[in-house]
Protein backbone atom coordinates (compact mmCIF):
# COMPACT_ATOMS: atom_id res chain seq x y z
CA UNK A 1 0.00 0.00 0.00
CA UNK A 2 2.96 2.52 0.97
CA UNK A 3 4.26 2.20 -2.57
CA UNK A 4 0.93 2.92 -4.40
CA UNK A 5 0.39 5.91 -1.82
CA UNK A 6 3.73 7.35 -3.12
CA UNK A 7 3.34 6.69 -6.48
CA UNK A 8 0.11 8.30 -6.73
CA UNK A 9 1.59 11.39 -4.86
CA UNK A 10 4.56 11.48 -7.46
CA UNK A 11 2.22 11.24 -10.43
CA UNK A 12 0.67 14.20 -8.64
CA UNK A 13 3.90 15.97 -7.91
CA UNK A 14 4.52 15.57 -11.66
CA UNK A 15 1.07 16.68 -13.13
CA UNK A 16 1.11 20.18 -10.84
CA UNK A 17 4.73 20.53 -10.68
CA UNK A 18 4.28 22.77 -7.21
CA UNK A 19 7.78 24.96 -6.78
CA UNK A 20 6.58 26.59 -3.59
CA UNK A 21 4.25 26.24 -0.79
CA UNK A 22 1.26 28.25 -2.14
CA UNK A 23 1.50 25.72 -5.40
CA UNK A 24 0.68 22.82 -3.23
CA UNK A 25 -1.96 24.96 -1.60
CA UNK A 26 -3.33 25.37 -4.64
CA UNK A 27 -3.14 21.60 -5.98
CA UNK A 28 -4.67 20.56 -2.86
CA UNK A 29 -7.98 22.90 -2.68
CA UNK A 30 -8.04 22.08 -6.66
CA UNK A 31 -8.10 18.10 -5.49
CA UNK A 32 -9.97 18.10 -2.45
CA UNK A 33 -11.95 22.15 -2.21
CA UNK A 34 -15.18 20.52 -3.62
CA UNK A 35 -15.14 17.09 -1.63
CA UNK A 36 -14.50 19.05 1.71
CA UNK A 37 -16.90 21.87 0.68
CA UNK A 38 -19.84 19.20 0.25
CA UNK A 39 -18.80 17.61 3.79
CA UNK A 40 -19.08 20.91 5.44
CA UNK A 41 -22.18 21.60 4.04
CA UNK A 42 -23.75 18.15 4.87
CA UNK A 43 -22.43 18.66 8.62
CA UNK A 44 -23.81 21.85 8.84
CA UNK A 45 -27.05 21.02 7.81
CA UNK A 46 -27.45 18.37 9.75
CA UNK A 47 -26.20 20.04 12.74
CA UNK A 48 -28.57 22.63 11.81
CA UNK A 49 -31.88 20.65 11.84
CA UNK A 50 -31.08 18.44 14.61
CA UNK A 51 -31.02 22.29 16.31
CA UNK A 52 -33.84 23.56 14.90
CA UNK A 53 -35.89 20.34 15.27
CA UNK A 54 -34.90 20.51 18.95
CA UNK A 55 -35.31 24.05 19.29
CA UNK A 56 -38.80 24.70 17.53
CA UNK A 57 -40.54 20.85 17.93
CA UNK A 58 -43.79 21.27 15.13
CA UNK A 59 -42.18 23.69 12.76
CA UNK A 60 -39.32 21.53 10.95
Known sequence: ?????KAF???LMKHYQP???QNVQDMLKD????????MLKTDYA???IV???TILPGLV
Open 31 to 38: LLGATLQG
Open 19 to 21: NDA
Open 51 to 53: TTA
Open 9 to 11: INS
Open 1 to 5: MILER
Open 46 to 48: EKY
